[in-house]
């Protein structure tokens, strides 16, 4: 076995190995939702950033808090926090960036609020302006202080400083690592590369730049040799689902590039680190984001964003993956479309959600389209 591959199996962990390990260090965790929360702040307080990305699974429980046509990761979360799975939390911090995210807010400080601490992050929509940042800044200091109240300690700018730079430095490293591992499809597939990126939704941020560091100095050191399939640029909430990527590999579609939130949105963007005031830091942030389909975009840069990573890269097209639902991502698709074509960019979409058992439909779509490309 290569030492590319004995680090990546590394990344090969469960959450719940995460969580049993954390619990065995006596650390707490709080679950955060999606998407551009300030994790950093949960760092800084001495506490592990746990990502409530939902998770594969059926959904019985929460039927009564939400109907079936409902975006699948709030209805997983959901489910999770009322069947006890989210019972080693030490919170619950919920944003209100879409209409469904609001409404697990709501759902969970009433059907969970009095067994685990529920912490409400609101943003701004004009989160550009400067009152937008000043409201912002605001919402996270109240955050601050719920923080230490769970934790039952105190903690400075200065740790929120040093988590801000600690994080900087691994959206670098994961930045140097998507563009690194473009070069390297045979190695890196689209399993590997989404479990590389993912899991830092639940790893000990300071743990996973050591690794992240190992798997590309490893990654380097390796021959480049001609790819004979297809490269594409995916975008969507979400494609961290094993039987979409096991599709794409067994039609030989690399993913070179990405815009999708569970990934490149969420390290794309880097904290100001020149700064006396690092809350306000973390608040202006929120206005630094562009492209982005659940925060407020006039200007919706998201297809110029796509088209130009896929120019850069060198891809032969674009996945844009659905999530069932999801009212941000579905109000964007006919301006990306209609973007893509002018451009004379191949795409195709597909729809997922996180109960899915059967994928032919998408295992149709994207053998046709490989075989487009």
């Known amino acids: ?148 109240e769970i934790k039952g300690d105190f903690f400075s700018d200065e740790d929120i400083e040093k988590a801000i730079k600690l994080y900087n430095k691994s959206k670098k490293l994961m930045q140097e690592f998507v563009a690194v591992a473009a070069d390297y499809p045979q190695i890196i597939t689209p399993s590997k590369r989404s479990q590389v990126l993912t899991i830092a939704n639940y790893m000990d941020r300071a743990e996973y730049v050591e690794l992240l560091e190992e798997l590309i100095a490893e990654l380097k050191k390796e021959e480049v040799k001609p790819w004979d399939g297809k490269k594409i640029v995916t975008t969507g909430i979400m494609t961290s689902l094993p039987s979409l990527n096991e599709i794409l590999e067994e039609n030989k579609l690399a993913i070179v590039e990405d815009e999708v939130a569970e990934e490149s949105r969420q390290f794309r963007t880097l904290v100001d680190e020149d700064t006396d005031n690092p809350i306000r830091a973390l608040a202006k942030y929120l206005g630094d984001i562009e492209g982005c389909s659940v925060m407020y975009d006039a200007d919706k840069l998201r297809s110029d964003m796509i088209i130009e990573k896929v120019k850069k890269s060198g891809a032969d097209g674009v996945l844009y993956v659905q999530t069932k639902f999801c009212d941000p991502e579905e109000f964007d698709y006919p301006i990306f479309k209609k973007a893509l074509e002018n451009a004379g960019i191949k795409m195709v979409m597909i729809e997922v959600d996180q109960q899915m058992t059967n994928f032919e439909q998408a295992r149709t779509s994207l053998q046709t389209f490989a075989e487009m490309l």
């Open 1 to 148: 076995m290569s030492n590319v591959a004995n680090v990546l199996g590394k990344f090969d962990v469960s959450i719940a190995e995460l969580v049993k390990k954390y619990q065995a260090e006596g650390k707490k965790m709080i679950g955060v939702s999606p998407i551009h929360m300030p994790v950093e702040m949960v760092y800084a307080s001495g506490m592990i950033p746990m990502g409530l990305w939902g998770g594969s699974g059926e959904v019985s429980a929460a039927k009564e808090y939400f109907p079936a046509f409902y975006c699948s990761i709030v209805q997983r979360v959901m489910e999770m926090s009322l069947t006890g799975q989210l019972d080693c939390l030490s919170g619950i911090m919920v944003s209100i960036q879409c209409d469904s995210l609001k409404a697990l807010g709501q759902n969970i400080r009433r059907a969970v609020g009095d067994k685990i601490p529920y912490i409400h992050v609101a943003m701004a929509q004009n989160r550009k302006l400067e009152c937008g940042v000043d409201f912002n800044e605001t919402q996270y200091r109240k955050v601050k202080n719920q923080l230490e």
